[in-house]
């Protein structure tokens, strides 16, 4: 069964930083792309970031140069480090791969940035 758990989840300040963790059912190698998106409150589902398995990295317009996914293969984890959270941050965050062209998704952990 192929899961993927999110953690890492929870309240900040404004400025402050958190790193979210996505741990996959067998190895990442296997998810081709892997990704994190965010949903806030009356507002659609929208990427934050995304790595593919050559390395390449994609990001929201709105994160970059904020936060930094990362993979830690061995692990079978990926990461979402976050700085300079700002309130607009405020949603539920959900890890996303694709395996063998099926798209998974986490149940998703909340972020709130306020102070």
């Known amino acids: 069964q192929v899961q993927l758990v999110e953690s890492g989840g929870g309240l900040v300040q404004p400025g402050g930083s958190l790193r979210l963790s996505c741990a996959a059912s067998g190895s990442i190698f296997s998810f081709n792309p892997m990704g994190w998106y965010r949903q806030a409150p009356g507002k659609q589902r929208e990427l934050v970031a995304s790595?593919?398995?050559?390395?390449?990295?994609n990001y929201g317009d709105s994160v970059k140069g904020r936060f930094t996914i990362s993979t830690d293969n061995a692990k079978s984890t990926v990461y979402l480090q976050m700085n300079s959270l700002k309130p607009d941050d405020t949603a539920v965050y959900y890890c996303?791969?694709?395996?063998?062209?099926?798209?998974?998704w986490g149940q998703g952990t909340q972020v709130t940035v306020s102070s």
């Open positions: 790595i593919t398995s050559g390395g390449p990295t």
């Open positions: 996303h791969g694709v395996l063998l062209g099926l798209g998974y």
